[in-house]
């Protein structure tokens, strides 16, 4: 049913629950499990300049360590945990809009399901800037399992 599992990822609490949702479903249906963190320029153009956000978006990140270190951290985290259960990995990180990416992705490397956090960023952040995963259940056919936590 399922060959090709996404786990799109931002590092946070919600997506470390996702991780583990999809990994069982891998393990159920012997999935490759894909993993992606997004570097979300539209957010990053805030804080940064712009020959920073050029580099970002060419790629670059190899020059950037805080946000190589972050995306490298977040896409690990998926892949150790998938490894640790025999299960095959693709990790890939890219830079820009992270629904629109994720779409991209899913039709690039006909992805049968996406397993991803209801949310990553939290309070008025969130609101201003705007789901990823609602986001993303408009961008894409793939089915979409959105894992939440309580908030307790």
């Given at each position: 049913m399922y060959e090709r599992?996404?786990?799109?990822?931002?590092?946070?609490?919600?997506?470390?629950?996702?991780?583990?949702h999809a990994l069982e479903l891998a393990e159920r249906y012997d999935a490759v499990v894909h993993t992606l963190y997004v570097v979300d320029t539209d957010s990053m153009s805030l804080t940064l300049g712009a020959e920073q956000l050029d580099r970002i978006e060419q790629g670059k990140f190899g020059e950037m360590d805080e946000v190589?270190?972050?995306?490298?951290?977040?896409?690990?985290?998926?892949?150790?945990?998938?490894?640790?259960?025999?299960?095959?990995?693709?990790?890939?990180?890219?830079?820009?809009?992270?629904?629109?990416?994720?779409?991209?992705?899913?039709?690039?490397?006909?992805i049968d399901l996406v397993v991803m956090g209801s949310h990553g960023r939290s309070g008025i952040r969130r609101t201003l800037l705007g789901s990823v995963t609602e986001r993303t259940l408009r961008s894409t056919r793939a089915p979409v399992l959105v894992v939440d936590t309580d908030e307790e």
């Open positions: 599992i996404l786990v799109p990822t931002d590092g946070s609490e919600t997506a470390e629950v996702a991780v583990e190589r270190e972050r995306a490298e951290r977040a896409t690990d985290y998926v892949a150790d945990r998938a490894r640790e259960r025999g299960l095959e990995v693709v990790e890939h990180v890219s830079a820009g809009k992270p629904h629109s990416l994720i779409a991209e992705y899913v039709e690039d490397n006909d």
